[in-house]
């Protein structure tokens, strides 16, 4: 219960406030307000006398932010600018006055224009001492995607770090601005103390100790979480008898060697892997001719869990000494890209350890990793919870053993130039003009294909992997951010060269360039200095999308023409799966339809229609695979839940249901691949330091039953309604061939 004046007016000075953390300054109380701070609102109401007790004894002041673009509360000095410049960290007392978590917008400015922005997540319940930085800083910062729970306790208080991005002059600060982003109905919030402090103490313990001698997280409990070996065993005895029964019941299903169903129409068996279009339903087909849905898993490795321990050996409780039990799992690795996954990244080199295979060890009690072990094992859990297909990124040993249809990647590596739409996540565009680049690409699908080349149990080839067709936003300079990028390079880049060619081949002369775009250009020599910077598409010039469009589709052809003329010369029967599209342009999507057997897109959203227009693909008329697409979950250790989180794991069984029942309902997809078979490490993996739980499987190689459950049910579930489709086809194929005689 909150009480408030004027009941609590005679209270404000009696009732015991919260003694201030140590080192902290305060400028303003919210509750005790002196002439020493502006403060203003903007569609937000801070009434003089509204003082509130709440239930733990602290008295705050409410402040209402009403249903308005964005409602504000904004602090700034009486006189002057704040000198900052001794304090790592803002902070402000403050309490979610509903009964839900609200997410409210810190904004800092100093007097030079530069913000730090920060983005709060606040919880229902009691109040906490909010920290925002004064300078970036990040999870990432200190090595992982995403940070521990908030608020932790320190000192006998609740105290919530929040991550910053920007930069402001700290000895210069003139605002703080509270925000919400359009809230529907009025959201109150209640206030105390303002002011500047210390951040180290809480840096560190919000992350000292945070991972155990499993790797796990230490800061919450979970139903498959491990706290002994003899707890690990057990478990693996108990899966193990589980396993028996479900590839018994496997066993006598209607599938033939590949995962096809049998029952289903006949199809023409070419030896290998082939899509074919029935009834307006693509199909994969099996080697031996029975229609054939994809149901994969990404990333199925034992060596894909390793996290950087260097520097930052705080940040572990338990880690082996040299000579120890244990201490041959750790490693070295380097993966300082200078790529955007690595922006504001710490700790992303030096020495790592692998907690994966330490708890095989102790599973399994081995001398090192027993690799013939774990391909059987995950292999017969992969079947049994009714995946049929090994996805990308995944261990070559499991396509090896002949017993589930596979994918490869086909990552080409060389000197080409490149070419930056934005933020080049794995890096810039390749540069499919340069000479270099085909001959980077002759050299991966040959040493791809040489073991491959022949191989029935393979589904195909993926074109690289979420490459930069398009920046990051969703405005017109994004849209074609390749052809903008090109434009700005050199005359020395090929892809810049063809498109001035293109040009001049068009409009003849500059007079009539810069009629169609409207612009003076006084002479061609200035579209080749670099940096030049074309007009933005417009409805007055609409030639300038036209000539976009035009060159990032002919960029478009000659990178999948090349990747395509490769693989059919080193592995004419096997498919090109495409290019695996995070981000993407209708040309890059047209020509991969155009040179590509299947069009592959990795899917965070809840279901495939919200992740690309299918109207769209089905104007192209080419298979689609679904080459990622995860759930996850901040609540069994991990603290990232993706880019498609969900509340709680109960819900993650849920939504796989309906994305690979939404799956079926579209006729162009013939599979989906789930990202992926381990989550992974609470401290972030050696690539770019994402800490997700998505796995099926824990650090501790101990199932997520619940899940896995849902999961076996989901999948079973689409191999039948496969089979029902592949009847109906049947029957259509039946009645039409009696039809002709």
């Known amino acids: ?33 002196a002439d020493v701070v502006k403060v203003a609102t903007q569609d937000a109401s801070l009434p003089q006398y509204n003082a509130e007790q709440t239930p733990e004894g602290e008295v705050l002041r409410r402040i209402t932010f009403n249903p308005a673009a964005e409602p504000s509360l904004v602090l700034s000095p009486q006189n002057g600018v704040w000198d900052w410049s001794q304090s790592s ?31 709060i997540d606040l919880p229902a319940g009691p109040a906490q001492t909010l920290l925002v930085p004064l300078q970036a800083n990040s999870p990432l910062s200190q090595g992982m995607k995403a940070g521990p729970p908030m608020p932790i306790t320190v000192d006998g208080q609740r105290v919530m770090l929040a991550a910053s991005a920007g930069e402001i002059d700290r ?6 601005t509270l925000s919400m982003l359009k809230p529907t109905a009025p959201q109150s919030i209640l206030l105390e103390r303002f002011g500047v402090q210390d951040s180290e103490p809480v840096l560190k313990a919000a992350y000292s100790e945070l991972v155990d001698a499993y790797g796990q997280s230490t800061r919450a409990r979970w139903p498959e979480k491990v706290s002994s070996d003899e ?34 129409p006949a199809f023409d068996a070419s030896g290998f892997f082939r899509t074919e ?40 409780g338990a880690l082996p000494k040299a000579g120890e039990l244990f201490a041959t799992y750790y490693g070295k690795g380097d993966n300082r890209s200078g790529n955007g996954a690595g922006l504001g990244r710490g700790f992303d080199a030096g020495r790592w350890y692998d907690f994966y295979g330490a708890n095989l060890q102790r599973t399994y009690g081995t001398e090192g990793f027993d690799q013939k072990r774990w391909v059987g094992h995950t292999l017969d859990r992969l079947q049994a919870w009714g995946f049929n297909t090994v996805g990308n990124w995944s261990a070559p040993q499991l396509g090896d053993a002949e017993r589930v249809p596979y994918t490869l990647p086909l990552s080409i590596i060389g000197d080409y130039t490149s070419i930056s739409t934005g933020i080049d996540w794995w890096g810039g565009m390749p540069d499919p003009f340069d000479p270099r680049f085909a001959m980077a690409t002759e050299r991966a699908v040959a040493i791809a294909t040489r073991d491959h080349r022949d191989d029935p149990w393979l589904i195909g080839f993926f074109a690289d992997n979420e490459l930069a067709w398009a920046g990051p936003g969703d405005d017109a300079k994004s849209r074609y951010a390749l052809a903008y990028g090109t434009l700005r390079m050199t005359t020395d880049v090929p892809a810049k060269r063809a498109f001035l060619k293109q040009l001049r081949d068009k409009y003849r002369n500059e007079e009539g360039l810069s009629k169609a775009w409207g612009i003076h250009l006084a002479g061609w020599e200035l579209m ?23 060159f990032q589709k002919t960029f478009a052809d000659a990178y999948f023409k090349t990747i395509s003329d490769a693989l059919k010369w080193h592995a004419p029967n096997q498919l090109l799966l495409g290019g695996r599209y995070a981000v993407s342009t209708p040309e890059a999507v047209a020509s991969c339809a155009q040179y590509c057997d299947v069009l592959s897109f990795n899917m965070y959203t809840l279901k495939p229609q919200d992740g690309y227009d299918f109207a769209a693909l089905r104007a192209l008329d080419k298979p689609v695979l679904i080459s990622e697409f995860n759930f996850g979950s901040a609540d069994r250790g991990p603290f990232w839940g993706g880019v498609t989180p969900l509340a709680r794991e109960e819900a993650r069984g849920t939504a796989y249901a309906n994305f690979l029942k939404q799956a079926m309902a579209e006729p162009s997809i013939v599979g989906v691949h789930w990202f992926q078979y381990l989550d992974q490490p609470v401290s972030g993996r050696l690539l770019d330091g994402e800490n997700g ?10 199932p997520f039953q619940g ?35």
């Open 1 to 33: 219960m909150i009480r408030t004046l004027p009941a609590l007016f005679a209270l404000l000075f009696a009732a015991p406030l919260l003694a201030a953390p140590a080192g902290q300054q305060t400028l303003f109380n919210f509750v005790r307000p």
């Open 89 to 119: 960290a803002m902070s402000l007392r403050i309490q979610s006055a509903m009964d839900w978590a609200l997410t409210l917008y810190v904004k800092v400015q100093s007097s030079d224009g530069k913000t730090l922005v920060s983005r």
């Open 171 to 176: 000895s210069q600060v003139v605002s703080v």
């Open 231 to 264: 707890q690990l065993k057990a478990a693996a005895a108990k899966e193990q008898q589980q396993l028996k029964g479900w590839l018994a019941e496997r066993g006598k299903s209607a599938l033939d060697t590949f995962g096809g169903w049998t029952k289903g």
């Open 277 to 316: 279009k029935r009834d307006g339903r693509w199909y994969l087909v099996t080697p031996q001719g029975h229609p054939f849905y994809s149901l994969g898993v990404n990333t199925v490795a034992a060596d894909s869990s390793q996290t950087y321990v260097a520097g930052r050996e705080w940040m572990f």
């Open 528 to 550: 080749e200095d670099p940096g030049f910077e074309p007009p933005m598409p417009s409805l007055e010039h609409p030639e300038i999308e036209a000539d976009f469009q035009y």
């Open 693 to 702: 739980h998505f796995g099926l499987v824990g650090i501790t190689d101990v």
């Open 707 to 741: 899940f896995v459950d849902s999961v076996r049910k989901s999948n079973l579930a689409t191999i039948q309604q496969l089979a029902r489709e592949a009847e109906k086809a049947k029957v259509a194929q039946a009645a039409t061939g009696s039809q002709t005689q």
